[in-house]
């Protein structure tokens, strides 16, 4: 998506899907910039920085962390390291990113300043401080502050690894669950002073088996709609999916759904001209349709809500667990 992008701007990219051949790459290339993630396998994106700038060859090449951490220490950390500015991936387009890269070439300073303070106006997530603050009194002679205890419940193992590290980083003691059953089961067990919890989650204690609400699901890239229709069916979704839009218009025609997710770009019949023949035939023009696209051109939002879709989401800014919440604004289960 992000090169393809970048291509069209006319820029020459090369991508590396870990830290390990990014190094590599990096100094084979000597490219005039570098995106650089922190989370990446085989290498994080630290420990990539810093043989960047312990290598004569490569130490002057112009790195920029691409992130969705966004915490002080994290911001702090990359500066610290070598960086020569901080993004916060979550808050921009693909378009967006590549005139973050022209400002760039431009001389201009662009994303996140040291010490955490953002130049864009959306904000990064804030650490536990916010909600709770801890007791910095002395508990039974000892001289360690009381440990604030955090219950963290939700089902995206990712999410939980990167949370977690991250209040056990700051001084917070904290356990998981991973569906809202065992949460409420630890929290009558144990005491704890937050629970922090995710609202679409798997098996909860005293819930009624929910109406099975059926999402037609028209994608052409199978890891997509492999992530969202496995998302969609723990949260007690019925999905059936379609390659293209002449295929989805078909089972359209054939099932009855409570919502359609599709691309705009697809083969056989793209989402523009599916979205028109679904609101021109009286069996499905009142289904909601949500769109998901790459494209961040407001002519291209504004032609797919001209043609009926009542939502436009980005796919490099929407998780399943988000994509979830926002059908749910439109069906009742």
């Given at each position: ?127 536990a ?6 007791d ?117 025609n ?9 691309d ?9 001209e599916?979205?028109?023949r679904l ?39 929407i ?15």
């Amino acid at each position: 998506m992000y090169k393809l992008k970048f291509e069209q701007a006319g820029y020459q990219v090369i991508v590396a899907e870990d830290g390990l051949s990014g190094l590599e790459l990096a100094r084979k290339e000597l490219p005039d910039l570098i995106l650089l993630d922190l989370i990446l396998p085989e290498m994080d994106g630290y420990q990539v920085l810093g043989e960047l700038k312990k290598d004569d060859r490569t130490k002057k090449i112009k790195v920029y962390i691409i992130s969705n951490l966004g915490q002080n220490d994290e911001i702090n950390k990359s500066f610290n390291s070598g960086a020569n500015g901080y993004l916060i991936k979550a808050n921009l387009t693909p378009s967006q990113l590549i005139e973050k890269v022209n400002q760039i070439f431009n001389g201009q300073e662009v994303g996140v300043k040291r010490a955490g303070v953002v130049v864009n106006k959306k904000q990064a997530i804030k650490p536990a401080e916010t909600l709770v603050k801890k007791d910095q009194s002395a508990q039974f002679g000892s001289s360690e502050p009381a440990r604030i205890k955090i219950l963290l419940i939700e089902d995206e193992e990712v999410i939980v690894n990167m949370y977690k590290l991250r209040f056990a980083k700051a001084g917070y003691e904290v356990e998981t669950a991973l569906n809202g059953a065992w949460g409420l089961k630890i929290a009558s067990q144990k005491p704890f002073d937050i629970i922090i919890m995710d609202m679409v989650m798997p098996a909860m204690f005293g819930s009624s088996e929910p109406a099975k609400i059926k999402i037609l699901l028209i994608e052409d890239e199978e890891v997509i709609v492999n992530m969202y229709k496995l998302r969609f069916i723990k949260a007690g979704y019925e999905v059936e999916t379609a390659r293209n839009g002449a295929w989805g218009l078909k089972l359209a025609n054939q099932k009855p759904f409570d919502i359609i997710i599709m691309d705009m770009v697809m083969p056989a019949m793209d989402g523009y001209e599916a979205i028109k023949r679904l609101k021109s035939d009286d069996k499905t023009k009142n289904i909601p349709v949500i769109v998901i696209s790459n494209s961040a051109q407001d002519a291209d939002i504004e032609r797919a809500k001209q043609c009926g879709a009542v939502n436009y989401l980005l796919k490099s800014q929407i998780t399943p667990a988000r994509l979830v919440k926002e059908v749910e604004k439109f069906v009742k289960k």
